[in-house]
DNA sequence: AACGGGTACAACCGCGACGCA
DNA sequence: TTGCGTCGCGGTTGTACCCGT
């Protein structure tokens, strides 16, 4: 028993790589005219030299209708973060939360723009550390979403997004810096308010 | 204008789950 | 129960494009 072979392919005639206007308009026209789904035999029913996979990957992330393309909105970023805070990782499962975005799209949006705001915020806390050793109530607040993303687990900041949430939508004008006990660090809100206006 | 680094996104890979004969 | 084909997911890589120097 070896699945993975069965879609993997060593053959020769196997295309990869960028997908071309002509193996679009061939895949699109064979959906619409046979509907999708059994990838391998639909590939090679429609003449493409992909695989299955490639196939159905490029359909449902690219050619699919209803595949919303541009930019991510600010609430759907608060939806990915909020929904990220809860299930982690299930990409497919928070996709299927915001219509017409796909999977990998999230996940390509995670990495690439949370992930990396959430390391500059780590280095900029390194560097406030090591200018204000002595100032404790700093370093507290801060350091729990400053972990790197591969380390800090979902809970870590799931209670966190709630007052994120409600800001987000009702109190744009929320005063940055100072909590209601006067102790002067950033907020997780505070923090991810600033990221959000960087888009 | 040319080059190099950074960024965003499309595509691939590996693996597990599932359904069916 | 087992073997096989297929699907779907999450992680990773490749590359085109942008921007600063």
Known sequence: MDKKLSTMSHDPEVRKGPWTM??????????ANHGEGVWNSLAKAAGLKRTGKSCRLRWLNYLRPDVRRGN????????????HAKW??????IAKQLPGRTDNEI???????????????????????????????CTSQVSTIAEPMETYSPSCYQGMLEPFSAQFHTNPDHSSCCTNDNTNYWSMEDILSMQLANY
């Open 107 to 137: 996940k390509n949006f995670w990495r690439t723009r949370i992930q990396k705001h959430m390391k500059q915020t780590e280095s900029f806390q390194q560097q406030s550390n090591s200018e204000t050793n002595d100032h404790q109530a």
């Open 88 to 93: 982690g990782n299930r990409w497919s499962k």
């Open 22 to 31: 002509e193996e679009d308009l061939i895949l699109i026209n064979y959906i």
């Open 72 to 83: 991510i909105t600010p609430e759907e970023q608060l939806l990915i973060m909020e929904l």
